[in-house]
């Protein structure tokens, strides 16, 4: 029987040493009914993370609990209502879809739910019979999304779930997870290096980098406050000092605002300012520059 608790995950004081990789006091939480797209470059921590949340990866410290059970203590119990897709996972070549399908649900025979995992053969154009090794590295996602969501999991933690996946095939994915999370008790957990999905997808975008949380927050938040603001007249010296500027040439002025409103115009217009033009930054741009401004104030080099 699943834990009562309201949060699905919690981590708090998490640390993990590699010889070229150190994640420190790391905390996150994910409550009931709601979806968290992580994004971060290339050995930032996510699939870290992810992996120590499942008992794959042991913590050097802190406390990390999902679904109400300590890991790693309790990681046996957890994986039974929990489910866990990686690009890097493999199935048996030379069996069938359906031989995957057959062992998973006897293993899971408390919560496979055969009818929806024919939906989803049918949603994803898998052919039951066609064995593993036939497959594109496509069809072998959708396989192993299908093994994973047909168990019905209370949380669906995936890596990178839409690699070797087409236009069409993530679109597919998300919009089976939207139907997945229609019971608000349940959640989903996901890395992603396509933005478009993250933001398609989640309720809460994690940005993470060099083994850090950058911030987390709604993803109407970060779309509402971040603005490319063009400014004429005043002096640069007198700009506000948690504005990025991006290029300044001919008496204008591009920063990048990350809390954009009416106060910031009126703060900038006292200044000697002038807002000529604003435009959104989209989820892609809202990382890039996130990434940017704290390397630029620990001094890394742009």
């Given at each position: 029987?699943?834990?009562?608790?309201?949060?699905?995950?919690?981590?708090?004081?998490?640390?993990?040493?590699?010889?070229l990789?150190?994640?420190?006091?790391?905390?996150?939480?994910?409550?009931?009914?709601?979806?968290?797209?992580?994004?971060?470059?290339?050995?930032?921590?996510?699939?870290?993370?992810?992996?120590?949340?499942?008992?794959?990866?042991?913590?050097?410290?802190?406390?990390?609990?999902?679904?109400?059970?300590?890991?790693p203590?309790?990681?046996?119990?957890?994986?039974?209502?929990?489910?866990?897709?990686?690009?890097?996972?493999?199935?048996?070549?030379?069996?069938s879809?359906?031989w995957?399908?057959?062992?998973?649900?006897?293993c899971?025979?408390?919560?496979?739910?055969?009818?929806?995992?024919?939906?989803?053969?049918?949603?994803?154009?898998?052919?039951p019979?066609?064995?593993?090794?036939?497959?594109?590295?496509g069809?072998?996602?959708?396989?192993?999304?299908?093994?994973?969501?047909?168990?019905?999991?209370?949380?669906l933690?995936?890596?990178?779930?839409s690699?070797g996946?087409d236009?069409?095939?993530?679109?597919?994915?998300?919009?089976?997870?939207?139907?997945?999370?229609l019971?608000?008790?349940?959640?989903?957990?996901?890395?992603?290096?396509?933005?478009?999905d993250?933001e398609r997808?989640?309720?809460?975008?994690?940005?993470?980098?060099?083994?850090?949380?950058?911030?987390?927050l709604d993803k109407?938040?970060?779309?509402?406050?971040w603005?490319?603001?063009?400014?004429?007249?005043?002096?640069?010296?007198q700009?506000p000092?948690?504005?990025?500027?991006?290029?300044?040439?001919?008496?204008?002025?591009?920063?990048?605002?990350?809390?954009f409103?009416?106060?910031?115009?009126?703060?900038?217009?006292?200044?000697?300012?002038?807002?000529?033009?604003?435009?959104?930054?989209?989820?892609?741009?809202?990382?890039?520059?996130?990434?940017l401004?704290?390397?630029?104030?620990?001094?890394?080099q742009?």
């Open positions: 029987m699943v834990a009562d608790s309201d949060v699905l995950v919690s981590m708090r004081g998490v640390c993990k040493h590699y010889p990789f150190t994640m420190d006091n790391f905390n996150l939480t994910l409550p009931r009914g709601q979806v968290l797209g992580m994004v971060g470059p290339n050995g930032a921590g996510k699939s870290t993370l992810l992996k120590m949340m499942m008992g794959l990866v042991s913590a050097d410290a802190g406390e990390i609990a999902v679904l109400g059970y300590k890991v203590e309790q990681e046996v119990v957890l994986k039974h209502y929990a489910a866990y897709v990686s690009e890097d996972m493999r199935l048996f070549a030379d069996y879809i359906r995957h399908m057959e062992l998973v649900a006897q899971f025979t408390s919560t496979w739910d055969a009818s929806y995992a024919k939906h989803i053969l049918h949603k994803f154009e898998l052919n019979e066609q064995k593993i090794g036939h497959l594109s590295l069809q072998r996602v959708k396989a192993t999304l299908l093994l994973a969501m047909a168990r019905r999991p209370k949380l933690v995936l890596d990178e779930p690699t996946l236009p069409v095939a993530r679109h597919e994915l998300t919009s089976e997870l939207f139907e997945l999370m019971n608000e008790d349940n959640g989903v957990i996901f890395s992603s290096q396509f933005t478009q993250v997808l989640s309720d809460n975008i994690a940005f993470i980098d060099n083994g850090e949380m950058i911030s987390c109407e938040t970060y779309l509402d406050q603005r490319r603001i063009q400014l004429t007249g005043g002096d640069r010296a700009l000092g948690d504005l990025y500027v991006t290029a300044s040439a001919g008496g204008r002025v591009t920063a990048i605002d990350h809390a409103s009416a106060k910031r115009t009126a703060q900038l217009s006292e200044a000697g300012f002038e807002v000529v033009q604003t435009q959104p930054l989209t989820l892609e741009e809202i990382f890039i520059q996130q990434v401004m704290r390397r630029q104030a620990r001094g890394v742009r």
